[in-house]
Antibody, heavy 120, light 110 residues
Framework: EVQLVESGGGLVQPGGSLRLSCAAS????????MSWVRQTPGKGLEWLAN????????YYVDFVKGRFTTSRDNAKNSLFLQMNSLRVEDTAVYYC?????????????WGQGTMVIVSS | QSALTQPPSVSGAPGQRVTISCTGN?????????VHWYQQLPGTAPKLLIY???NRPSGVPDRFSGSKSGASASLAISGLQAEDEGDYYC??????????FGGGTKLTVL
């Protein structure tokens, strides 16, 4: 079964840090661009970051540049998001998503999401 | 404010056809970038519904169809069913090297 499973979410104080993980199974992880997308409560989807298949390229939305870093370990079929200097407005459900070669950039695999709450 | 504009809500009776528009500009859809559509049912993660403007992944019923023209795209759902109720999002790419989503459209089946 094709699957992405996020973990690492939780409650953190403003200014704090959190590291999210995403475990992939059922597909050839090293063939996929991977991404992070978040959804704030009751609102829409926001793209955060992309990382190339071999980890050699990373792209970020402006409002997380310098605060968030994505990385991957293809040997362990895992994706990570290191989030620093967290703000209240970063409170959201965070999804990892895979972008396969057959769908030309579409997010064709999604995890179930992990909730991050930034609050004092 | 989202880079792609969608109507906040649409509705239709079972069996009817509805369309959801997605309007971009010359930096994203109008620049020729593909449009993808996602369905998010209540309490679940988004699911790819249409990729590269018009293509359905395996398992998506042919009641769902996509189109693109100029700087806009549309998702059509025919033969509406109660289980189609949820949120629908369009997504494309922008010359600023960002992925962009629409604000989402809530579909209500009356």
């Amino acid at each position: 079964e094709v699957q992405l499973v996020e973990s690492g979410g939780g409650l953190v104080q403003p200014g704090g840090s959190l590291r999210l993980s995403c475990a992939a199974s059922g597909f050839l992880f090293s063939n996929y661009w991977m991404s992070w997308v978040r959804q704030t409560p009751g609102k829409g989807l926001e793209w955060l970051a992309n990382i190339k298949q071999d980890g050699s390229e990373e792209y970020y939305v402006d409002f997380v540049k310098g605060r968030f870093t994505t990385s991957r370990d293809n040997a362990k079929n895992s994706l990570f998001l290191q989030m620093n200097s967290l703000r209240v407005e970063d409170t959201a459900v965070y999804y990892c998503a895979g972008r396969g070669p057959a769908t030309s950039g579409a997010f064709d695999i999604w995890g179930q999401g992990t909730m991050v709450i930034v609050s004092s | 404010q989202s880079a792609l504009t969608q109507p906040p809500s649409v509705s239709g009776a079972p069996g009817q056809r509805v369309t959801i528009s997605c309007t971009g500009n010359s930096s994203n859809i109008g620049a020729g970038y593909h449009v993808h559509w996602y369905q998010q049912l209540p309490g679940t993660a988004p699911k790819l519904l249409i990729y590269v403007n018009t293509n359905r992944p395996s398992g998506v019923p042919d009641r769902f169809s996509g189109s693109k023209s100029g700087a806009s795209a549309s998702l059509a759902i025919s033969g509406l069913q109660a289980e189609d109720e949820g949120d629908y999002y369009c997504q494309s790419f922008d010359r600023s090297l960002s992925e962009v989503f629409g604000g989402g459209t809530k579909l209500t089946v009356l």
